[in-house]
């Protein structure tokens, strides 16, 4: 069974950074996109970023963290990480990792301005 385990969450200070990780089990290649959502509370959920499986140099950012994330994964495929910077009282969620058909559980992302 396929299991996408994110972690790195925790509390921040707007400005400082953080990163993400994400991994996934049960597969046996990592030729998938992986992606980052996030949801706040009272909001819907949230496109954050997404890196391709074969051509992991082919990112796309939703509009509001463009220029402060950035998404990558190791060269197994099989591990995604999203670095944030510049972090923003605005960007408290729970970010979930997500492939083409699986979610992780999420990870909450606390930011204290």
């Known amino acids: 069974q396929v299991q996408l385990v994110e972690s790195g969450g925790g509390s921040v200070q707007a400005g400082s950074s953080l990163t993400l990780t994400c991994t996934a089990s049960?597969?046996?290649?990592?030729?998938?996109?992986m992606a980052w959502d996030r949801q706040a509370p009272g909001k819907e959920r949230e496109f954050v970023a997404a890196?391709?499986?074969?051509?992991?140099?082919?990112?796309d950012y939703g509009d509001s963290v463009k220029g402060r994330f950035t998404i990558s994964r190791d060269n197994t495929g099989m591990t995604a990480y999203l670095q944030m910077n510049s972090l923003k009282p605005d960007d408290p969620a729970i970010y979930y990792c997500?492939?083409?058909?699986?979610w992780g559980q999420g990870t909450q992302v606390p930011v204290s301005s």
């Open positions: 997500r492939d083409t058909t699986y």
């Open positions: 049960g597969r046996t290649a990592g030729s998938y996109t």
């Open positions: 890196v391709q499986g074969r051509r992991r140099n082919v990112t």
